[in-house]
């Protein structure tokens, strides 16, 4: 972001597709599994389904996962031949509009396999998931139901192709609730020796235990880091800047930002930035987030509002504390984890949260 390229809005979010591509095929390499998919659900964590998709295709990513039925009508226009399923299974009535798209359903209730196999039998064999829960307690059938399900003629009418789980705490390493997954897993796999398995999220890649058919990281390819408390292996993918509208020195005392929150211990010089909540930064940020100015990291001074941002930059050099200069808000060593962190949440929720109202710049 420089003064000499004016943009529509202060914030401006560059992604890096390499980037993107580079995750998918280390995490391909690390998962050890005959394929590896790539989850895009929302809007391909905050990076966009209609940008991520084709360059993860281009990469050879031939499956897709989301969470809704919008999502996969964006992702099927934008990968027209992959293998697309929908994580949240399907509400009733709305079997014909998957088919129509050819989209597949990720079955989680007897109701919801009995439709879609009765939709079968009226309109010719589609595929879906099945998927089980050993652990989360959220969706998909018990372990025990799925047992009892196995020798049901309805499977057969289902048109199942994939069974799949979802991991508690993959990241936590040695959970023990992982490997009672992972067993667990195992028993139901053994009734349904005929279709391919799916356990492994993005952490779940680095484990032996989960490994199977497919992998399905997501979080990862985007940057996030699938095994805190070590380095991070993926590249990062997103970087957040937003422009300094204005820069003013403060007397020992002052304060800033709504609520006076924030009062100067001594003379300070404040930087304001054209970003804030409503462009999915976190309020939660306040007293704790920090940008980088000149290679310097800077505090928030005060509260985030809807649409500025105010940073003590007493410490960064002087030469860059102009109008227009670029202050980074994710990137240069404030990673997702650490935003996360500062914002009182994880990396997840900032990067699913990034606004529609950034100038996106995608690199490739």
């Given at each position: ?100 798209a050819d989209l597949r359903p ?187 100015v000149g290679g310097v990291r800077?505090?928030?001074a005060g509260n985030v509002s ?59």
């Amino acid at each position: 972001m420089t003064e000499s390229h004016p943009i529509g809005h202060g914030g401006r979010l560059t992604i890096d597709l390499a980037a993107l591509r580079a995750n998918w095929r280390h995490l391909a390499d690390v998962a050890e599994c005959p394929e590896t998919a790539a989850v895009i659900k929302a809007d391909a964590y905050g990076c966009g389904i209609a940008r991520a998709a084709p360059a993860l295709w281009a990469e050879g990513c031939r499956t897709f996962f989301v969470a809704h039925l919008s999502e996969g009508l964006t992702a099927r226009k934008a990968a027209p031949e992959a293998a697309i399923y929908v994580l949240n299974g399907f509400p009733p009535g709305t079997a014909q509009a998957y088919r129509d798209a050819d989209l597949r359903p990720v079955l989680g209730s007897r109701e919801e396999v009995a439709e879609w196999a009765a939709r079968n039998r009226a309109g010719g064999m589609r595929p879906a998931a099945l998927h089980v829960d050993t652990g989360m307690n959220r969706l998909g059938l018990s372990v025990p139901e799925a047992l009892a399900l196995a020798s049901d003629p309805m499977m057969a009418e289902a048109g199942l192709d994939l069974l799949m789980s979802h991991l508690v705490s993959a990241e936590v390493e040695h959970d023990p609730l992982t490997d009672h997954q992972a067993s667990e897993f195992d028993r139901v796999r053994a009734a349904y020796p005929h279709l391919r398995a799916s356990l492994a999220n993005s952490s779940g890649d680095f484990l032996a235990s989960c490994r199977a058919d497919l992998a399905r990281p997501g979080y990862a390819l985007y940057g996030g880091n699938p095994r805190p408390g070590r380095g991070n292996p993926m590249r990062p993918v997103v970087r957040l800047e937003a422009g300094i509208l204005q820069v003013r020195d403060v007397d020992a005392g002052a304060t800033a930002g709504y609520n006076a929150r924030w009062t100067a211990r001594g003379p300070r010089r404040l930087a304001t930035l054209s970003l804030g909540y409503a462009d999915g930064y976190p309020r939660s940020s306040t007293g704790r987030g920090e940008a980088v100015v000149g290679g310097v990291r800077c505090p928030f001074a005060g509260n985030v509002s809807m649409d500025l941002i105010i940073l003590d930059v007493t410490g960064a050099p002087e030469e860059v504390l102009r109008r227009g200069a670029p202050a980074t808000l994710i990137g240069d060593g404030l990673d997702l984890d650490t935003v996360g962190r500062n914002a009182g949440t994880i990396g997840y929720e900032i990067l699913t949260g990034l606004g529609r109202r950034y100038e996106r710049v995608y690199r490739d």
